[in-house]
Structures are given as C-alpha cells and as structure tokens.
C-alpha cells in the first residue's frame, strides 16, 4: 500500500508516475502564492473529487493508493470554519443591533409625541395663567379705590375722553367717570358726570343708586341743557325706589 501526502503538485506527479510506468523529470517553476478566495476553493475540491474518483478506480484494479489530506488543506479547511462561525456571530450581533435600533427608535417616536403633548399642556396652563392674572389686574383696577387722576389735566378734556371709552368698555367708562367726579368736584363736568352715572344705574336697575348720582348732578340746579331731563329722570328713580310722592313730585 503507498501512501502519498496530498498536495496538487504531489498528486499530480504521483499519478503521472504510476500511469507513464516510467520515470518522469519534471522541473517546477517558482509559483506565486495561492490567494484562495471561494472560487479557487471551490476548484479545489472539485480537483479533489476528480482525484479520489480516480484512486477508488486504481484500488479497484489492485493498485492501492493511501490518500492523505494535506496538512496545509486541513488547516485551511479549520479556518474556514472558524471565518464562517466569526460570520455568523457578526450576523447575531447584527440582528440584535437592528432590534435594539427598532427599539430605540420607537422609544424616540413615544417620547416625541409625549413631549408635544406636554408642550400643548404647558401652553394651555401658561395661556390660562395669563388670563388669569389679566382678570385679576382688572378686577384689581376695576374695585380698587377711586383716587383723583387727571389723564388730561383738563376737567373738559377728561370728561369727552370717559364718554369715549363709556362706548367701547362700559365698565371702565364708569370708573373714567367716577374719576372725573372725584378728581373735579363742583365743576359743570363732574355734574354732567353724574347725570351719566345716574343713567348707568338705571340701566342695571339699580334705582337706589341712580337717587343719588342724579340729586349730585342737579346741585345747584345747573341751567344745562341735560337738567330737565335729569330733573325727570330723578322724579322716576325715587318713585321706583318706593319713596312717597312727595319726594318725588318736589325732585
């Protein structure tokens, strides 16, 4: 039995020996190295099947051939194996990359929509504060004490200006007007003041008060034209608050 270590080169060689029955010289050339990528190993085990075929037809014909794997292709063949395990490990990681990626990216999206939702809560809070605290500086405004303050300095001038903003914001046009009387006291336009105060009352239904704002604005009995009118109307706002009509009929 002959026993061969395997190699291309060798078995080549061996085989042509056997086959010429004769003494071959054969001069080899300096070969550059064998970069084995998949095709060149796909061909060698190809080369390698065509010559195990051929040494099962010698063993069959009596001529037995011990084939020995090289140890350079067993080496090759134990790191091929470990290249594919290193493979399949990166695949792994891959995987693994991917779905803590998909995780992560799904955390991402809740937390973006958690953080919009927060940030249209945080502007409703915010806007509600503000119009908070604009009705509280209003109603701080509008029931604090009415104080002398003339914005004109001119008792005519700040008179028109109450009678202008009495049209476009009642509540504050009252206070204008309240501020008149107290900032100009016994002068034609703290009077006429009155009589629109008086007016105010009245139309709140409240008599009682208009009694007064109207008496205020006949001291003296200003020659007005709005004094008749404010005389009558003086007459109705005691007769309502259920004063005699005497009272009444003297207004």
């Not at 009077?191 to 007064?212: F, T």
Request: with cysteine; charged share 25%.
């Amino acid at each position: 039995m002959l026993k061969l270590p395997f190699s291309k080169s060798a078995a080549l060689t061996a085989i042509g020996l056997t086959l010429i029955g004769g003494a071959v010289v054969a001069q080899v050339a300096p070969m550059e190295p064998v970069q084995w990528d998949k095709r060149r190993l796909d061909q060698l085990d190809r080369n390698v099947r065509r010559l195990e075929r051929a040494l099962t037809q010698r063993n069959a014909a009596g001529q037995p051939v011990l084939v020995e794997p090289d140890p350079e292709v067993v080496a090759m063949q134990g790191q091929v194996s470990i290249l594919e395990r290193r493979l399949a490990d990166v695949e792994q990681t891959f995987q693994r990359m991917n779905a803590d990626s998909e995780r992560l990216t799904f955390q991402l999206d809740e937390a973006t929509r958690d953080n919009a939702a927060l940030s249209r809560r945080l502007r409703d809070l915010e806007g509600r504060v503000e119009r908070a605290e604009k009705a509280a500086e209003e109603e701080a405004e509008l029931n604090g004490p009415i104080v002398a303050n003339s914005p004109t300095g001119d008792a005519a001038q700040d008179l028109t200006a109450a009678l202008r903003l009495l049209g476009t914001d009642g509540a504050r046009g009252q206070r204008a007007l309240e501020t008149v009387i107290v900032t100009w006291p016994n002068t034609p336009q703290s009077r006429e003041a009155n009589s629109r105060l008086g007016d105010l009352h009245v139309a709140a239904r409240d008599n009682a008060a208009a009694v007064p704002a109207y008496a205020a604005a006949l001291n003296g009995w200003p020659r007005t034209p709005w004094a008749p009118e404010t005389t009558l109307k003086l007459a109705e706002a005691l007769r309502a608050t259920d004063r005699n009509n005497t009272q009444a009929c003297g207004a």
